[in-house]
Nanobody, 123 residues
Framework: QLVESGGGSVQPGGSLRLSCEASGFTFDIYAMGWFRQAPGKEREGVSCISSSDEVTYYPDSVKGRFTISRDNANSKVYLQMNSLNYEDTADYYC??????????????????WGKGNQVTVYK
């Protein structure tokens, strides 16, 4: 099970930190990731961190602004989002998959998904 938290509404330029708590599987051997989906838009991979802490950011638009991290002791993964803008508005989902992160995000690569957490950035 994956449960996200930390979403909300912010002004442009603001920050949010998403958290995802995992249970029911051996967290530290799984890659953990985040994807997002905005209303009327396709699903988009955001970031992934492997079991060996290798990090991948998928869209260029989040590089330098978002940071993914994991806490194996507490079975949590985080997404720190800074300098948020309107285009970041979406539902953000946590996902867990095989040890390595895919080079190109593919939701089928992952085995578990959370229910999502809404992030709204005002225009």
């Amino acid at each position: 099970q994956l449960v996200e938290s930390g979403g909300g509404s912010v002004q442009p330029g603001g920050s949010l930190r998403l958290s995802c708590e995992a249970s029911g599987f051996t967290f530290d051997i799984y890659a953990m990731g985040w994807f997002r989906q905005a209303p009327g838009k396709e699903r988009e991979g955001v970031s992934c961190i492997s079991s060996s802490d290798e990090v991948t950011y998928y869209p260029d638009s989040v590089k330098g602004r978002f940071t993914i991290s994991r806490d194996n002791a507490n079975s949590k993964v985080y997404l720190q989002m800074n300098s948020l803008n309107y285009e970041d508005t979406a539902d953000y989902y946590c996902e867990a998959g095989t040890a390595a992160c895919p080079l190109v995000h593919d939701i089928a690569w992952f085995d578990y998904w959370g229910k999502g957490n809404q992030v709204t950035v005002y225009k």
